[in-house]
Antibody
């Protein structure tokens, strides 16, 4: 069945950088829009970014624009989130999520288990 | 940006009771691009409802969604012990994608 496995989380100081990865399997990765969603401890869900199947269409939430960069490597079935200039309010569990094939307007039917990013001095 | 407001914040119910959760949008959600998710502690969210009223694969028929425009509802006909969780609505018709703040359904 569809699998999404995030990695790369950890503890980082304010102003630091971190790169998250999401390894996809059991589906044709290159056919799907992919998303990053985060959840601060004890808080609700916040959508962060999406990237189109070919990578030519990308969108970010205002809260991360200019600091985060989403990318993908379809040959490696992998999604990435490069996070720079991290702030304490970026502390959250980061999930990758997949929608429906080829649709940019799609609910998130599959989620990874999440990776925790903690920004603290 | 479409702001989604869920009510109530917490719903205290007993197993077997009916639960009704509300999600109100600050502007019309195009083509009913509205989803509901369930999240249990320590787990990723699970898609329950999409297109405002269609159940996702494997979701029991005690879950139903309704509504259009700016007002949407998730109903749980008879609460099972495993249904006590946090529920989020989300719109995916416009950018940025947005979620409601969540409704916690707790055991009374």
């Amino acid at each position: 069945q569809v699998q999404l496995v995030e990695s790369g989380g950890g503890l980082v100081k304010p102003g630091g950088s971190l790169r998250l990865s999401c390894a996809a399997s059991e589906f044709t990765f290159s056919d799907y829009y992919m998303n990053w969603i985060r959840q601060a401890p004890g808080k609700g869900l916040e959508w962060v970014s999406y990237i189109s199947p070919s990578g030519d269409s990308i969108y970010y939430a205002d809260s991360v624009k200019g600091r985060f960069t989403v990318s993908r490597d379809n040959a490696k079935n992998s999604l990435y989130l490069q996070m720079n200039s991290l702030r304490t309010d970026d502390t959250a569990v980061y999930y990758c999520a997949r929608g429906d094939v080829g649709k940019w307007k799609s609910p998130f039917g599959y989620w990874g288990q999440g990776t925790l990013v903690t920004v603290s001095s | 940006e479409i702001v989604l407001t869920q009510s109530p914040g917490t719903l205290s119910l007993s197993p077997g009771e009916r639960g009704t959760l509300s999600c109100r949008a600050s502007q019309s959600v195009s083509s009913s691009n509205l989803a509901w998710y369930q999240q249990k502690p320590g787990q990723a969210p699970r898609l329950l409802i999409y297109g405002a009223s269609s159940r996702a694969t494997g979701i029991p028929d005690r879950f139903s969604g309704s509504g259009s425009g700016t007002d949407f509802t998730l109903s749980i006909s008879r609460l099972e012990p495993e249904d006590f969780a946090v529920y989020y609505c989300q719109q995916y018709g416009s950018l940025p994608r947005t979620f409601g703040q969540g409704t916690k359904v707790e055991i009374k």
